[in-house]
């Protein structure tokens, strides 16, 4: 079965530090990627997406994230954060096939921001 | 434009108990889906629906049921509630293409937060 590995449960920055959370999948055949947001409070939103084409996609609020085939992961990156970026983020695998299409999400990575 | 709502918003159920989630979405979107969110887990899939009348399961679909008898609607029933169940509960929705032809977005509701005693 597919599964989402993030491996950083929880990350603590500094404002204007970089930041780069890793997400690796399992399945082998096209998949659609995803990072989304969620708030304090609020519900999950969508950050950015990758289809196909350019492996490096931009996002919203300046994230952005690169799809390595070769090593099955869509990390998001992020040059410089701000205390607003205190969320949790998940990362989400779409198995492309032409029945049943389940949308997997990692476990989160909790992003604090200090001030 | 609603989008996604989810009712009730909040729910404190005893051991053994019964109750349904109500899902509704006015973006006329095929796809709908019902996830668990638990501290250090994400979003765990419950179940699932393509389209009106169908159904299939998740990652996690044990104690669960589900109905999709209007394309609207997507209830999620808990025929005898388990403290196991505490969790917020979280319905998407999204179409089965975007406007880019790939898999579309999904829009979450607000979330469930079901306690049981």
């Known amino acids: 079965a597919q599964s989402v590995s993030q491996h950083n449960h929880h990350v603590i920055l500094s404002e204007a530090a970089s930041l780069e959370l890793g997400c690796n999948y399992s399945?082998?055949?096209?998949?659609?990627l995803f990072w989304y947001v969620q708030y304090p409070g609020q519900h999950l939103q969508l950050l950015l997406k990758?289809?196909?084409?350019?492996?490096l996609v931009k996002g919203i609020k300046g994230f952005e994230a690169e799809f390595i085939k070769s090593k099955f992961s869509f990390n998001l990156r992020k040059p410089s954060v701000q205390w607003s970026d205190t969320a949790e983020y998940f990362c989400?695998?779409?198995?492309?096939?032409?029945?049943?299409?389940?949308?997997?999400f990692g476990s989160g990575t909790r992003l604090s921001i200090r001030p | 434009n609603a989008g996604v709502t989810q009712t009730p918003k909040f729910r404190v159920l005893k051991t053994g108990q019964s109750m349904t989630l109500l899902c509704a979405q006015d973006?006329?979107?095929?796809?709908m889906y019902w996830y668990r969110q638990d501290p250090g887990m994400g979003l765990r899939l419950i179940h699932y629906?393509?389209?009106?009348?169908?159904?299939a399961k998740g990652e996690v679909p044990d104690g669960y049921n589900v109905s999709r008898l209007k394309k609207q609607n997507f209830l999620l029933g808990l025929e005898s509630a388990a403290p196991s169940q505490t969790s917020v509960y979280f319905c998407?929705?999204?179409?089965?293409?975007?406007?880019?032809?790939?898999?579309?977005?999904?829009?979450f509701g607000e979330g469930s937060r079901l306690t049981v005693l």
């Open positions: 989400a695998v779409n198995v492309f096939r032409s029945s049943a299409s389940k949308i997997i």
């Open positions: 629906s393509v389209g009106e009348g169908t159904t």
């Open positions: 998407a929705s999204r179409t089965r293409k975007g406007r880019d032809g790939n898999t579309g977005e999904l829009f």
């Open positions: 973006m006329n979107h095929e796809y």
């Open positions: 990758y289809f196909s084409g350019d492996p």
């Open positions: 399945y082998g055949g096209t998949v659609n």
